[in-house]
């Protein structure tokens, strides 16, 4: 059972040395500053034989880091992870029937893009509320399934690659943009994978990552989309990849100040211990969470399940029984205090719960945040709870 919550605390001594603890853009690197773009090509065309050299090699050092198979395809596109998936969900589907679990916003906002904009007849939504997945023995693998890894709004995470069967007859579409860098992909069992630069490797907005297996590529080559593609959205021409994309030549003009950038991390990434050392660091902002969960009576984890709970963004919702009494508005406005509270002090930035989720925290658990500053900012979220406490 947790501890009573103390009535009065003082405040603590040891602050967090980066109080960046936001879910997207999330923090640089440990280290980081504005020296590590000194050597941007700034000013030249991304078109330049200097430009797509660093676009590919942004490409070959992702892959390699995160285990991506030597077939499949990678590129970067434009609209971060929101258009990597779209440009997947707009180019593959409509030839089969299509599951998509919607369990957090963005899952949602794929499965009413599916319903609303696609207007597939074929679609079914297998929903769950915040904090739960959906009921996985539902899913029919001979379908298309959309899907993401992580619930970047809800904490919530897929428990391992066995949800999905080694062999199924549909495509496997997965928005990993905030597990990747920090959790296991099993590319074996997926098709489509997306992220972007802006998550756990804390890169700069607006471009995306998009990676393709062989029945993905085999399916843009023979499947015909039902719909009028934009430009940004399309994959190929006359029936075959368009091979620049997964070689480093856009789509549209990206940065090549983020693309420098992108790059430092990588660098970092690798000097980290590469994935299993990302997943570590990780992994250890959560194991700092959870012991002070267990011990904190005004807080739970807003995933029920502790297998299918996010090491990155790692969500809490406020159950002190004063604050759940509350109506919805009254609660968001208390909470705001509660964040106001923290940034005045320069501690934590940016840790509210998503607009749409229960009133609640979000720690961002990722890679580049030190999990020496997760720990350090725990006491002070007690601290700052007790602010907001209603005397007695």
Not at 129 to 136: A, R
Not at 183 to 207: C, I
Not at 267 to 295: I, T
Request: hydrophobic content about 50%.
């Amino acid at each position: 059972m947790n501890a009573p919550f103390p009535s009065v605390l003082s405040r603590p001594a040891t602050r967090p040395l980066n109080p960046c603890f936001s879910s997207g853009p999330c923090a640089k690197r440990p280290g980081w500053d504005v020296s590590a773009l000194a050597g941007a090509l700034v000013g030249r065309s991304h078109r330049s034989a200097e430009g797509r050299a660093r676009l590919n090699e942004v490409i070959v050092r992702s892959a390699a880091i995160l285990g991506v198979p030597e077939d499949w395809r990678v590129g970067i596109v434009p609209a971060s992870d929101t258009g990597a998936m779209e440009m997947a969900l707009w180019s593959l589907l409509g030839a089969r029937p299509v599951d998509v679990l919607a369990f957090e916003s963005f899952s949602a906002l794929w499965a009413q893009d599916i319903v609303s904009q696609l207007r597939l007849d074929n679609a079914r939504v297998l929903e769950a509320e915040y904090g739960s997945l959906p009921d996985l023995a539902q899913v029919n693998w001979a379908h298309d399934v959309v899907l993401a890894w992580n619930g970047t709004t809800s904490g919530v995470c897929l428990p391992h690659a066995d949800v999905i069967p080694p062999t199924h007859d549909g495509l496997v579409i997965c928005d990993a943009t905030s597990a990747a860098f920090a959790m296991d992909l099993p590319w074996d069992r997926l098709d489509v994978v997306t992220w972007s630069w802006q998550k756990a490797l804390g890169g700069e907005a607006a471009h995306g990552m998009i990676a393709l297996s062989p029945r993905a590529q085999a399916r843009l080559a023979t499947f015909q989309p039902p719909r009028a593609l934009p430009k940004i959205f399309r994959l190929t021409s006359k029936g075959a990849l368009i091979e620049g994309i997964f070689k480093g030549d856009t789509i549209n003009t990206p940065s090549m100040l983020c693309v420098e950038d992108a790059l430092d991390s990588l660098e970092w990434a690798r000097s980290a211990g590469g994935l299993e050392g990302l997943k570590a660091r990780s992994q250890a902002s959560l194991a700092a969470v959870s012991e002070w969960v267990a011990r904190t009576d005004w807080v739970e984890f807003l995933a029920r399940n502790e297998a299918e709970r996010s090491s990155t963004s790692i969500c809490l919702r406020i159950v002190a029984p004063w604050f759940l009494a509350l109506e919805r508005p009254a609660r968001m406005a208390t909470l705001k205090k509660m964040l106001a509270v923290l940034e005045n002090e320069k501690v934590a930035f940016d840790i509210g719960s998503y607009r749409d989720a229960p009133a609640g925290l979000r720690i961002w658990g990722g890679a580049t945040v030190e999990p020496a500053d997760v720990a350090a900012l725990l006491p002070w979220l007690d601290w700052a709870f007790a602010q907001i406490v209603p005397a007695a």
